[in-house]
Every structure is written in structure tokens, then in C-alpha cells.
């Protein structure tokens, strides 16, 4: 969506959107038809009336009243002129407030602030009124106070009608006030004002450098500096100069490097660069020759990506080779594809461009593990997930883990982050490559392996509420019904259930219930844990804490914040939504059947290939456990693998299973008995020799024989076969007889 900057162009067609932009619309039911009139008498009555009933403390009542505000289907800019043209902006100020506070009250209050607040951004947004703004900065003291202050609150929206006011030489008084406006603004002119920069004759680069002089904020360093080293005109190089000492710059700085800091700083999503937080939209900026500067909406979800990857871009165009950006870039590309609304189209990234993954894929296993290394830095989970598959798709065994990444090896790391689907995704790429060398932590890879065979679906929580036993009964109960395993209470915090985290798989959730200081203690320890540091948190808490605690983890995907009253279907919402965004949700049986079947895949074939440095041996008593419950072709896999494992615990544990099933399944297992014996001999018992005697007995043919045919291959003694051999003599002499 683009938006001129000529104030004499017609903007009318661009209102209803930019209105839209102010703020995400309230679902309401429309009025039914009424004469605009008396609908908005009985919407100022409705109005008097939820203020009264708030004022005596008829909660309730305020609360079906306000209801009527918003589902009659009012306007937000509409709704401040109702408020305002009453006489009641203070009372329903004061009446809002108090409403926020009462639980019966809260969600219609909060929903009428939300109106009143978004109808004044679009006011102060409209092209046509920051243009009557910007005129009454060149009228009476008062007139340009008022102008001053609106042009302010519309922020970066009256960007493209303040930088032509600026840059017209008609009226040098409006220009002075102008430029105090955009100084004024601070970050939210930075953005515009570079992106305009490069297309500007020298005369106006000049004068809009001298402006960003005088911001006092770095993030326009790299454009200025730019400017500074290209420039053929003198005047405009001193006015970097200027510029770029003022803000403590280097004019011989390594312009690509600058970029490449800043593209990383937008990647980490500050406040600081974020310019309408709590928004549902942010701004980006270009420039057209004919229009001047043009904005275009952008959801919030996906804004700091776009700009990382547009600053990764100029900083690549000068330095192609440098390795850390294109990691950036192919991250800040990731990190788009997984934040982006379903169904969105992000005018930053046009759908008919290439998947993420396809250059993810082919930026090489090099770049791949510099992504996983600052996705296993960031916690970013779907992340670490993504550069992982690529690497499998396209690194040899060295790549793998033979070359360090600033003295790390990011895939080795994956192995004990805390998220099982990512060290179970980063045993398997290991386990595929087979390797032949040892390296650090190859150790781990079996057990991991057999471990995604065996309990890939288990989930385990944390539950803290101090002393609050019943409190923590409460959540217990929630979270054993959706699936998880609590762990004990624990009055004093995390340090009491240092055992019992440490023979868990995984610490899949963790939900408190505290106090505010008690909270961030938890939630900082938890993050210094090895196992608990990417650990999803659900902080439920008092109303009073709430959006402090909520501001504190406003960009941390892997903290939510909500009330401590929600229900039952809200907690069960919240958690499941939160496991979503920090680790791509719980595993479902369908994944964990395939995460099984992809392990054993590569189990197999380390065995086969006997490697020594992945032994399958590692993984024998897992897998033994597995045998036992394990069913059809699991059962059969299971035990082909532990076939190459020698051990009598494995051989065993094989042929007590054959003993457990019947028809087809125990004659595989019993040719499974027999392929283990070829490599390792006869591990089997006295007692399950007899039983295989027994077997060889059998009426059923196939059996009879493939129980023969093991015993042959675990060389039974002869004074254990001729019994059979005899008594299978003396059968058929007695059935001659009859």
C-alpha cells in the first residue's frame, strides 16, 4: 500500500485504510438500521449511562451498556466525537479506569478505551489533518503549539507531508518550525528521512543530513556515513562530517559492517526500533521520484525481519563474502516464514519469491551452522529446527562437525539444547553421516536416537506456587489433562527439584503462580539451567503485576503472561499457544511415530555398517525397554537393531518377546534370534533353550522350522537336540503303529 507525500494530492481513497492501521478493529454487531441521528442520541446516552453506572458502582449494568457502545457498530474516530461533543472526555476517562479494575467490567472497559484511543491515532493519522497541522505551525504561538503537538502524536504517519514542508524554500519560518517537528520526533524521522536520503539532489541531502545531526540517536550512522564515502559534493561530505561527529561516528567506518550491526539490531526486535509498539501495523519506507516518500503497512509480526533483510541486503551489495550477514539475512528470512500471519501477504516479501528454505538450503552447510548458532544463542527453537534440516539436507561428515564456528560447533551444541525435537533432529542428521572420527559429545547420539523411539510423546511440567498447595493441586490437575507429567510441589522454588529435573527427559513447560520479584527470580533461573533454558513459561499473575511482568517479556516468545483468574479454557488455550510459538507445540503421536521411524532408520544402519564411533550398544537398554511394549513393525525393528548389539541382555530380551507373540510375528523374531546368534552365539538361558526346544515341537510348521533353524544357528548342544530328534522318532513309530 503507497501513500504519496504532496499534500495538494487527492488522499481521500487512503483513509478508510489508514484509519484501519490505527489499530485492530473491535469485532462488533451492527446496529440495526437507524437515522444517523437518533442512533447517535442513543449512543451518547448509552454513553451517560455506562459512566453513571460506573460511578455508583452498578458494575454489571456499565458492563451491558458499553456492550451497546460497541456493538452498534460506532466509528472509533466517530467515538471520540461522541465523547468529546458530551462533555464527558474527563468522566469517562475516570469511569474507564475504574472499570479496568473490576473483573465483571474490565473486558468492555478495556475494549471502550481501545475505541477512544484508536479513534484519536486516526485522527491525528489522517493526511488531511496533519496537513491542517502542519500549516498551523506557521500561524500564533498557541495555533503552532497545538499543530506541534498533534504532528507529534501522529508520528512517522506525517513523515511524507513534514519532509516536503521541510524541504520547500517558500517559507523559511514553516521550514524552521518543521524541522524542530522532525528533530522533535526523534527515531520515528529516521527511517523516512534515510530511505529518502540517496534520491535527494545534494542541496537537500545536505539539509536533511543536518537534521539527522541533530537526532541524537546512531541508527542513521550507516546511511550517513554512506553518504560521507560517495559523495562527489563537498558541501554534502561536510555535512556528514558534521553529522556523524555529532553523533560520535567513525566517517571512515566500514560502511558494510555498520549496516550488518545495524540489520543484527533490528533482528533482535528493541523497542527502541519497533516505532508503534502494541500496534498490529508498523511502517515501511520508499521513495518515488514523482510522489516523494510513500509508506507501506506492514504487519508488526513481520516488520523487524523486513528490515533486517533489507539492511542485510545494502550491507552484502558492498561486502558479498561476509558470512555472518548472509547468516543474518537467511535467519531474518526463517524468522519471517515462521512469524508471518496465515494467509498474509507481506508486501516486503512477494509469495511468488523463493521459500525460505530455499536459501537456507542453498547457502551451504557453512552458513547453516552460523544460523543454528545464533538460533541456539536466541532460545528461537523453530529456528534451530529449520537450520538443522537444512544441514542434513547438504553437509558432508566434516561440515557436520569437524569445523568449528568461531571456535564452536553449533550442531554438537543442538544435542543438549532443551528441546527434544531439536536434539532429536540433530542425532539424526549426526547418526546419517555415519561418521568415522570421533568428536565431542558423540556420545550422546545413540541414547538420543533410542530415546525418540521410546518416549517421544512424553511431556513433563513444573508447577510453582510457593506454599500454595492448592493452588499448585489446581494446575496439577489442568496439565495432567492435557497430557503432561507434573513434577512435585516445590515451595522453595526450582532449586528443590534438582533431582527429579535431572532424571526427566525434558522439562517441557513450567507454570507459576508468584509474586512479581519471585516470578523473575524463577524465570531467570530457570533460564541459567542447561535444561530449563529454552523452557516455555506460562507466568500467571495478579492483576496488579501483570503488564509489568508483561513489558518485561514483551519480545521473549518463550513467556506468557496472563491473569492469574483465567479459566479453565483459557489456561488450556494459553499453554497450548505458548508451546506453539516456543517449540512448534507438543509432539503428537503421528510426529513421534515418524521421529521413531526416521531413528530406527538410522540406528539400522549404524549397525549394519558396525560403526565404532555411533555404537548401537549405547542405545541397548532403551531399546530393550521399547521391545517389550513395542507392536508390529516398531516390534520388528526394534529387535533387528538390537540383533547387532553384543549382548546377552539383547538377545534375550529378543527371544522373550518371540515367546510374548504368536503367528507370523514370532517367526520373524525367532529369525532375528538366529541372525543375532550368527554374529555373537548363543546368549539365550537354560531356560529359554527349553523353550525353543519346545518351539521346534510345534504342530505349526513355519514355526517348527524357523525354531529348528535358530537353534542350528545358535549351535545348540547335541544333548539338547537328540531329545528332539528322538522324540520325534518315537511320535511317528507310535503313529505307525495305530
Sequence with gaps: ????????????????????????????????????????????????????????????????????????????????????????????EEAVAAGMRVPVLEPTAAALDKLYRDGKLARVRNPEEITRNIQLLSEGLRARQIGRERLIAAGEYALPQLLDAFLQNRNPNLRAQVQRVLVD???????????????????RQEAVVDVLGLIPYRTSLPFIVDLYQSTQVEAVRQACARAIGRLGGNPNADVAGLYALLADSYYSEPGELTSFQGEEFQLLWGFDPGLGLVMTPIRTEVFHEAMAMRISEQSLRMDPNDRETLALWIASNYSRELDSPEGYDNPAYPSDRRSAAYFGI??????????????????????????????????????????????????????????????????????????????????????????????????????????????YEVFRSRLESLGFTVLPPAENGLGDLDASIAEAPAIDLIVTSLGFDQTLLEIETARNSDKMSATPVLALMQADDEQALARQYQRDQTVAVRRSSISNSEFNASAQALLEAASGGVITPEEAETYAQRSLAVLRDL????????????????????????????????????????????????????????????????????????????????????????????????????AVATMGALEVENSQLVPLITAESQTRNAAAQR
Excluded: C
Design 607 to 706: 549397525a549394519v555398517s558396525g560403526s565404532s564411533v555411533l555404537s548401537v550398544g549405547e542405545g541397548a537398554a532403551i531399546l530393550i525397554d521399547v521391545l517389550a511394549n513395542a507392536e508390529d513393525l516398531t516390534m520388528i525393528d526394534v529387535a533387528e537393531v538390537l540383533s547387532y548389539v553384543d549382548s546377552a541382555d539383547a538377545q534375550r530380551a529378543i527371544f522373550e518377546r518371540a515367546l510374548e507373540t504368536d503367528g507370523f510375528d514370532r517367526v520373524e523374531l525367532l529369525a532375528i534370534v538366529a541372525d543375532s546368534g550368527k554374529r555373537f552365539g548363543n546368549r539365550l538361558d537354560a531356560r529359554q533353550i527349553r523353550r525353543l526346544i519346545e518351539l521346534a515341537q510345534s504342530s505349526d510348521e513355519a514355526l517348527a522350522t524357523q
Design 362 to 471: 542453498a547457502a551451504g552447510p557453512d552458513i547453516d551452522q552460523i544460523v543454528l548458532r545464533r538460533a541456539l544463542d536466541t532460545r528461537d527453537t523453530p529456528l534451530a529446527r529449520l537450520a538443522i534440516e537444512a544441514l542434513s539436507e547438504t553437509a558432508g561428515p566434516r561440515s557436520l562437525w569437524g569445523v568449528p564456528v568461531n571456535d564452536r560447533y553449533p550442531l554438537l551444541e543442538a544435542l543438549s539444547y532443551p528441546n527434544r525435537r531439536v536434539q532429536y533432529e540433530a542425532a539424526i542428521a549426526l547418526g546419517k553421516a555415519n561418521p568415522t572420527e570421533t568428536f565431542r559429545s558423540a556420545e550422546r547420539v545413540v541414547p538420543l536416537l533410542a530415546s525418540a523411539v521410546r518416549d517421544a510423546t512424553a511431556l513433563n511440567a513444573v508447577v510453582l506456587t510457593g506454599n500454595d498447595r492448592e493452588t
Design 1 to 92: 500500500m503507497r501513500r504519496p507525500t504532496r499534500p495538494f494530492l487527492s488522499l481521500a481513497v487512503l483513509l478508510p485504510v489508514f484509519a484501519g492501521v490505527a489499530g485492530t478493529a473491535i469485532p462488533v454487531t451492527p446496529a440495526q438500521a437507524q437515522p444517523a441521528d437518533e442512533l447517535s442520541e442513543q449512543q451518547t446516552s448509552w454513553l451517560k449511562d455506562f459512566i453513571h453506572f460506573v460511578k455508583v458502582a452498578r458494575f454489571d449494568i456499565a458492563a451491558d451498556v458499553g456492550r451497546q457502545i460497541i456493538e452498534s457498530g460506532i466509528d472509533p474516530e466517530d467515538f471520540v466525537d461522541l465523547v468529546d461533543n458530551a462533555r464527558e472526555t474527563t468522566r469517562f
Design 185 to 203: 520526533l526523534g527515531r520515528q524521522s529516521i527511517a523516512p528521512l534515510v530511505t529518502a536520503l540517496p534520491w535527494l539532489d545534494p542541496a
